[in-house]
Every structure is written in structure tokens, then in C-alpha cells.
């Protein structure tokens, strides 16, 4: 659990979030307080509708929400203008999305090399190595493959590249795993445990897949818009 020595890196008190309006409305988010502390890898879990992809959008700025306050990395979102999160979300969170939102007519090598350039890196930096990314996640060699000749598990692993080739200090995966096999699945999740474990980095990661629930620090359940449970250990989950 949590101690006072764990830096908080993302703070959510008091969220909540309505689709649509009139008799179509629905209410995604109900007053949600949450917090990730670096260092970790928070895991958040839930059945499909539950709100999970709502409140990665809300922490990551992609999503406005009518009530409550979210901070990300000592930052409060709520006053920011949209060019203001545009810049933060560059600089600061790597997004891995459930649908990964790769860029069809770029090479493998060229989607990966996208948050470098947006944030003024050169890519052949030894820091920001785009090759050995690429090797990590097991594409070495696919560097000019289009994604449509890439298998969906090669399209999720290269969404992965791209979220964390600049070392972002937040990392959010929207079912990272969701188009993996067990043992690709697996070799992610220990990519992302420690990304989570690096100086001033926090790793989100939002999934079904109970073969990975091992690797998290701790466990947010959700159900119809609510948190409903945090654990650290996944075998005190509430039965769903
Ligand atoms: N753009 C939208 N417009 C209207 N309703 C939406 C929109 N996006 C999500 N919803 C609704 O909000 C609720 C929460 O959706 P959300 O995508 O956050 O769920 P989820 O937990 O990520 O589900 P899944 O596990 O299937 O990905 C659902 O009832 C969904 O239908
Ligand atoms: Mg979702």
C-alpha cells in the first residue's frame, strides 16, 4: 500500500463525466477520486462499459469532464487551454491506445520515430534509440514494414514502441495485451514493469487479461462509472 514516502504523479478527486445529453445521456465517470504514485504500475479493471477507457482519457487530457479535478506530474489539467494539454500530453505521457492509432502510410520505423520529432529529439540520439526500442518489443527487423503488413500483435507491439520511445514519465495502456499470446503478453508486461520502475515514471495500464494482473503494484476494479475496490494483491478482487 501506498506510504508517505510514494511521490503521488497523477491525482483525480471528485471526476465525473456525461456522454450525449437528454434521454441518451450517459454517465461514464461518477465521481471518481483516484491517485498513481510513481514508480508504479497501477492497473485498472472492470467489465466492458465500466469507464476505464473514459478515465485513461481523462488523466491522459484527451477527454474533457464536467466535474472534479484531475493533476498529472504536479500539473492541474482543468485550467490548461487545449494547446496547453496538447504540449503537456507530448512532453509527458506515452498513450498506448486500445486501438492502437498507428499511422498507415509510415513504415514501422517512421511511426515510432513520431513523438521524437513532435518533441524536437533527434532520433539518432543514443539516448532515444529507435532500433533497440523496436528490438525490445521483438519488431527488430520489421523497421520498414507498413502496419497492414504487420499482424495485429505486431501492430499492438508497435503502438507500444511508440509510446515509449521518449521516455515519457507517464506511460497509459489501454489493454496492452488485448492481441497478444501468452508469452508476448507477458514479455510486454515486464518491458512495462520496468519502464514503471525508472527514475520519475508511472505506468497505467487498463486490461481484462487476468495473465497479467501478477505484474501490478496495485488494482483499481471498476463497475458502472465507479471505482469499487483498490487492492494490492489481484486475488482480492471482487468477483465480477
Ligand atoms: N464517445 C462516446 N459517446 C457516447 N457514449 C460513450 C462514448 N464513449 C464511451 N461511451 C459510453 O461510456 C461508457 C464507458 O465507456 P468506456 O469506453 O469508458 O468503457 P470501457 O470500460 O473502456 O469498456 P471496454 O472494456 O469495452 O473498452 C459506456 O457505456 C460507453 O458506451
Ligand atoms: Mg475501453
Excluded at 87 to 114: P, S
Excluded at 127 to 143: N, S
Excluded at 201 to 224: E, G, L, N, P
Amino acid at each position: 500500500m501506498p506510504n508517505e514516502e510514494m511521490k503521488p504523479s497523477i491525482i483525480a478527486r471528485h471526476v465525473s463525466k456525461t456522454y450525449g445529453a437528454g434521454a441518451s445521456q450517459i454517465q461514464a465517470l461518477k465521481d471518481i477520486y483516484m491517485t498513481a504514485f510513481e514508480n508504479e504500475l497501477l492497473m485498472i479493471v472492470g467489465p466492458s462499459g465500466c469507464g476505464k477507457t473514459t478515465l485513461l482519457s481523462v488523466i491522459a487530457g484527451t477527454l474533457r469532464f464536467e466535474e472534479g479535478e484531475v493533476v498529472v506530474l504536479n500539473q492541474s489539467l482543468n485550467g490548461l487551454t487545449d494547446d496547453e494539454l496538447t504540449c503537456f500530453r507530448r512532453e509527458n505521457i506515452g498513450f498506448i491506445f486500445q486501438q492502437y492509432h498507428l499511422i498507415k502510410t509510415l513504415t514501422a520505423l517512421e511511426n515510432v520515430i513520431i513523438p521524437l520529432l513532435l518533441n524536437q529529439i533527434s532520433w539518432s540520439n543514443g539516448e532515444f534509440d529507435v532500433l533497440d526500442v523496436l528490438e525490445k518489443v521483438g519488431l527488430g527487423g520489421r523497421e520498414s514494414s507498413l502496419p497492414s503488413q504487420l499482424s495485429g500483435g505486431q501492430q499492438q507491439r508497435l503502438a507500444i514502441a511508440r509510446a515509449i520511445v521518449h521516455k515519457p514519465k507517464l506511460v497509459i495502456c489501454d489493454e496492452p495485451t488485448s492481441a497478444l499470446d501468452a508469452a508476448t503478453g507477458i514479455a510486454v508486461l515486464e518491458i512495462l514493469k520496468k519502464i514503471s520502475k525508472m527514475p520519475g515514471r508511472t505506468v497505467i495500464v487498463v486490461t481484462h487479461d487476468s495473465r497479467i494482473f501478477k505484474f501490478a503494484d496495485r488494482i483499481y476494479q471498476m463497475d458502472d462509472g465507479r471505482i469499487i475496490n483498490c487492492v494490492t494483491n489481484h486475488e482480492d478482487l471482487i468477483e465480477s
